[in-house]
């Protein structure tokens, strides 16, 4: 079968099963969070990793995984329930220890015939992860999707796709450490789960409610010119940004906000107006900047503890949005865009989300909204790189696709990756109508001059104080 026009390989799959956790775990019902169940997560995120063959390994790949996933199953159980759907749109596990999809697969194709520089998107996505029916639905289907493929080289992709709702991007990651961890023969994971959820429960009956915030990325806004673009007429391209391209773009910045900038703040502020520039809109139409925020790894201010607790696998985030017309952003500096990504940031904290659970019981669990907006996340420092199987860190480990389901054309990810030449650096794909991306390339390269002046300043990577 076709994996694209430029890369053609027959995948066999053997018959899609069930994994179950491999002892007794609890029967119950354990309900989301406020920030799990909103519209916004309510999708599948593919997961992809690539590993090259292992010459101190002879064993099946897909057994050893098969087996380390049953095991951390008996400490994440409820990742083998069910989700079900509950007064108000509330959503709850039903843990039934019913499993995961497991698909075990081979392909007639070496893992070099995929390039020298892996990175998303992956046109043969539908190969390595099959779209078993009715696998996508949102209630009561198997919450993760895994699909092993062995490799003519000796080597072998596991590609999963996993429930938003159910875990952030650490949490997937954690869970996964898990797996390898018990793959490589722990006994137990090193971080053990905790769900809490109720940290991030809108509580009728809470002491000290929160201050309700202005939550401007759920503005009723409606879409009267359109802008919401059909995937059909999308092009799709990646941007690979290094220390060389990191310290160009910054040096179109005054120097004091070159010195508190964050590599996500520079990338988001140089995207957003690039896109801006090239969508070319009305000039008092009202752009929007969603950024993903969490507060994990803050203390509390009395006695130090994590505001989110180790081990919590939720999602713990907000999306805040920065907004500004479309004549100010292209007409202004990079450093305006920039220093308004930065100012967005800032705003949240635990009480920014707990204002946003309370803002999804009120208001029936809006989805932010997508008109004239352009979503950002920085997923480079998860791990997704660094989960060690028995075969070794992969080539690639990350996001499997440049967008998320039926918000693609408006979400980039800053992806941590080498290049072909083997230098590490950031790639962002972008999808957007095809005159729209050459307007949009053309104002990448301007940016790729450093400014009159200028003195270069070398950016380092990974990026320094990623957002979520």
């Known amino acids: 079968m076709a994996g694209s026009p430029a890369l053609k390989f027959t995948v066999r799959r053997q018959p899609v099963v069930l994994v179950a956790p491999a002892g007794p775990t609890p029967r119950e019902l354990k309900r989301l969070s406020d920030i799990d169940d909103q519209d916004a997560l309510r999708f599948q995120l593919p997961i992809i990793h690539f590993f090259r063959r292992h010459d101190g390994r002879d064993d099946d790949p897909a057994a050893v995984l098969r087996d380390a996933i049953a095991a951390a199953l008996v400490h994440y159980y409820p990742l083998a329930g069910r989700l079900r759907q509950l007064e108000g749109r509330k959503l709850a596990v039903d843990c ?8 075990e697969a081979d392909a007639d194709i070496r893992l070099d015939q995929f390039g020298a520089a892996l990175q998303p998107p992956f046109p043969c996505l539908d190969e390595l992860l099959l779209d078993v029916p009715g696998s996508s639905d949102l209630l009561d289907t198997p919450i993760i999707h895994f699909q092993v493929t062995r490799l003519a080289c000796g080597g072998f992709i596991m590609a999963s796709k996993i429930q938003h709702t159910v875990l952030d991007g650490p949490g997937m990651v954690q869970f996964l450490a898990a797996v390898a961890e018990l793959a490589r023969g722990a006994v137990a994971p090193t971080v053990r789960p905790v769900w809490a959820r109720e940290l991030l429960m809108a509580m009728h009956d809470d002491p000290a409610p929160p201050t309700i915030c202005t939550h401007r990325e759920y503005d009723d806004v409606p879409d009267a010119s359109g802008t919401i673009m059909p995937l059909e007429s999308m092009v799709r391209r990646s941007f690979f940004f290094g220390p060389g391209e990191l310290s160009t773009i910054c040096s179109h910045l005054p120097p004091a906000v070159r010195r508190s900038a964050t590599t996500f703040d520079l990338l988001t502020g140089c995207l957003w107006r690039c896109r801006t520039v090239a969508l070319a809109p009305v000039a008092h139409e009202e752009m929007r900047m969603i950024c993903l925020v969490s507060p994990r790894g803050r203390k509390q201010q009395s006695g130090g503890t994590p505001v989110v607790p180790v081990g919590y696998y939720g999602n713990a985030f907000a999306c805040p949005v920065a907004i500004s017309t479309a004549g100010d952003l292209c007409a202004n500096p990079l450093s305006y865009a920039v220093e308004l990504v930065m100012k967005t940031k800032r705003e949240v904290d635990m009480e ?59 979400t980039s990810f800053l992806i941590a990756v080498k290049n072909s030449k083997g230098e590490d650096g950031l790639v962002v794909p972008v999808c957007l109508p095809s005159p729209v991306m050459d307007k949009f390339v053309e104002e990448m390269r301007r940016l790729m001059h450093p400014a009159v002046g200028a003195v270069a300043v070398p950016r380092q990577l990974p990026v320094i104080r990623s957002p979520i």
């Open 96 to 103: 039934t220890s019913e499993g995961v999809l497991f698909v």
């Open 352 to 410: 920014y989300m707990r204002s946003v659970a309370h803002l999804m019981v009120r208001r029936g669990r809006p989805h932010f909204t997508m008109v004239h907006a352009y979503v950002m996340a920085d997923v480079s420092k998860f791990g997704f790189r660094d989960q060690d199987f028995g075969w070794g860190t992969p080539v690639y480990g990350g996001m499997a696709e440049g967008g998320i389901g039926h918000m693609t054309g408006v």
